[in-house]
């Protein structure tokens, strides 16, 4: 009896310590230094009781922009759901705004990353959690209207 009650603290603790390594932390990958980022910021919108969509395209061309981007995405963290494991990126619930960031190595997308103001993002594919999301959104953006 007492055998078993040990195997059984033992899966639990084994289980706990799975779930704490699953839903810890994670942070973007970082883009080189010569790599190329593109923003596109959709807002959604309710007009004369139509959907509108305003979308705006902020090229980054700087490198003093890219190094502020880079720094912003290099603290940023986010976390897995319980939806991560089988998630595809799509996203349903998204607020009233949505961020793309596209990052280029050469002439091929390598990385890209969506955000969204309710808190879900997507990266490489699949959907992910951001307690701060509105945040990044506007820091993102705010670093990309610069013309250093």
Do not use: C
């Amino acid at each position: 009896m007492k055998k078993k009650a040990t195997v059984l603290a033992a899966i639990a603790v084994l289980l706990l310590i799975g779930l704490a390594i699953y839903f810890r932390p994670l942070h973007f990958s970082v883009p080189d230094e010569s790599s190329q980022i593109a923003i596109v910021l959709n807002e959604y919108a309710v007009s004369d009781g139509k959907p509108t969509i305003d979308s705006a395209e902020y090229p980054v061309t700087s490198p003093e922009q890219r190094r502020a981007i880079r720094a912003l995405l290099a603290e940023t963290a986010y976390r897995r759901t319980a939806g991560t494991l089988f998630s595809d990126g799509s996203m349903s619930d998204v607020g009233n705004r949505t961020l793309a960031i596209y990052i280029y190595d050469g002439d091929s997308l390598s990385d890209s990353i969506l955000a969204s103001s309710s808190g879900k993002i997507a990266v490489q594919n699949k959907t992910y959690y951001m307690k701060n999301s509105e945040q990044l959104i506007a820091q993102i953006i705010e670093i990309a209207k610069r013309t250093d």
